[in-house]
């Protein structure tokens, strides 16, 4: 969600345009000419995860920069005609970071920040870098065990590089919802032209953010993610204009059914 909300700021500033092909800043990848911003904002350029690469577990270790976990997936096919179908691509949104640091030039770091942590005073949210990745307060578990390094947070990029409290991310989602962060129309992008994730739920995902229909709770709309270790879950109600975000510093299980237990905790169900 943050990222997508940097990538319509910047357009909003005709810093670049969501309709421009990816061509311009990665030539090298297959397809590059056919596949826009917009395609990896909505996951619907076909480009494989990185993370899906036989290559990666046993290369992951020599990660130095995000251009990295591109050459996992620059030599793969696409899996479909960009455009066509819904695939989530963390590779996606890590070129959406690159072309963060491209357009402003600077770090995607210090894009975040002046967008979103330091727009709404967001005091207990950074971006982890490799410089910053020591500092986590709480450590992630894996089947029993307490995950002691921290590289592996800044593996994912504008993928998943966040560190947040809770609160913070509520503030972030209200500001967000209330218009502090984007213009109305940029907002409304955000939820338009929507892609079923499953055949089996009726989930929708448009540009940085799921719009989950007929849950236990009703509708809702937010986003989950999760790595090694962590998992987070943020959503509105808007039906009840209730927003709740669950977090755990474990992997075992999901974190969204406590996620809808709160929700109807707060409902009074």
Not at 152 to 166: E, Y
Request: with cysteine.
């Amino acid at each position: 969600m943050f990222t997508a909300v940097v990538i319509l700021k910047l357009a909003e500033e005709d810093q670049l345009s969501t309709q421009s092909m990816v061509a311009k800043w990665f030539p090298e990848m297959p397809q590059a000419n056919q596949i826009t911003i917009d395609h990896l904002l909505t996951h619907t350029s076909g480009i494989p995860g990185f993370e899906d690469a036989e290559e990666y577990e046993s290369k992951k270790h020599l990660y130095r920069n995000p251009e990295d976990l591109l050459s996992y997936v620059k030599s793969k096919k696409l899996l479909f005609e960009p455009g066509k179908h819904y695939a989530y691509s963390n590779t996606g949104y890590v070129m959406l970071g690159i072309i963060i640091e491209r357009v402003t030039g600077g770090p995607y770091k210090e894009a975040v920040e002046q967008y979103i942590i330091n727009r709404i005073g967001l005091h207990e949210t950074a971006v982890i870098t490799s410089e910053t990745g020591k500092d986590l307060v709480v450590k992630g578990h894996h089947k029993g065990n307490v995950l002691r390094e921290t590289d592996r947070c800044v593996i994912p990029f504008a993928a998943g590089s966040i560190v947040a409290t809770p609160r913070d991310l509520i503030i972030f989602f209200q500001s967000l919802m209330s218009g502090r962060l984007l213009s109305e129309g940029s907002l409304k992008k955000m939820f338009s032209d929507m892609n079923l994730m499953t055949v089996t739920q009726s989930t929708y995902y448009g540009r940085g953010i799921v719009a989950a229909l007929g849950t236990p709770v009703g509708d809702i709309i937010g986003h989950s993610g999760g790595i090694q270790g962590f998992g987070a879950s943020l959503f509105y109600h808007p039906g009840e204009n209730i927003f709740v975000c669950v977090m755990m510093n474990d992997d075992i299980k999901a974190v969204d059914p406590a996620m809808f237990r709160l929700m109807e905790a707060m409902m009074g169900r």
